[in-house]
């Protein structure tokens, strides 16, 4: 350009420039120390240093892939078993629903009824025999599990033994504790903490709300056998 023209004079930096370097230079500064030492290898070594950085990210992905996928499949096991252990349980349901509305028509005085009634009763037993083998010890062990075996224990061995309001009432309580252990071995599995929100609310009527409804509509059945 002529003189006068001229935006710089000789010498000076473009301010453009000097920010650019500027902002370079603490990133030249924090890459100095491996810079300085891929200059004084030879290309054998340096293929040899990129290789094993390759490696490492490699096997870092690799190992985060099967962390994350081992914890999925963990989780799908404890809920699949979950669902193994709950099928039992609502069958013990189902069954004592029935044994209820079969006993208050023993006590209304249809002893047709006795011939099923005995074959409910020992439906369950066996029900709970089998569940009991299949609980892992978590659950077997515990109080609520062992105070429904006794209860069961007594209520089929004292059976026709109270008034109608006592073995409605008895039978109903062991349904409504059945519910919860059901719902104590979902929540302890994992089954109800879903992340997904509509497989979450799938489960939650599952587990909860159709069980809760059913046990209303057998209620009333009982009342009216």
Request: proline share 3%; charged share 20%.
């Amino acid at each position: 350009m002529s003189d006068g023209q001229s935006t710089h004079k000789t010498g000076e930096r473009d301010p453009v420039d000097y920010g650019h370097n500027n902002n370079r230079q603490p990133l030249n500064n924090l890459f100095h120390p491996a810079i300085s030492l891929m200059n004084k290898l030879r290309y054998t070594h340096k293929f040899m240093v990129l290789g094993l950085i390759y490696l490492i990210a490699v096997t870092v992905v690799l190992y985060s892939l099967y962390t994350n996928l081992s914890r999925d499949v963990y989780s799908s096991q404890r809920e699949l078993e979950c669902l193994a252990l709950i099928k039992p349980v609502s069958r013990i349901m189902q069954v004592m629903q029935q044994h209820r509305g079969l006993e208050l028509g023993l006590f209304g005085g249809n002893d047709s009824m006795r011939t099923t009634h005995d074959a409910k009763e020992s439906e369950i037993t066996a029900a709970f025999a089998e569940l009991e083998r299949q609980l892992p010890v978590d659950l077997s062990s515990v109080d609520d599990w062992n105070n429904i075996k006794a209860d069961w224990d007594n209520l089929r061995g004292g059976a026709l033994n109270g008034t109608t309001e006592e073995s409605f009432a008895a039978h109903t309580d062991l349904i409504d504790r059945l519910q919860m252990f059901m719902g104590n071995i979902a929540d302890l599995r994992g089954l109800t903490i879903d992340a997904d929100i509509g497989l979450y609310y799938s489960i939650d009527t599952a587990i909860y709300a159709l069980p809760r409804a059913l046990e209303k509509m057998g209620q009333i059945r009982s009342y009216g056998t």
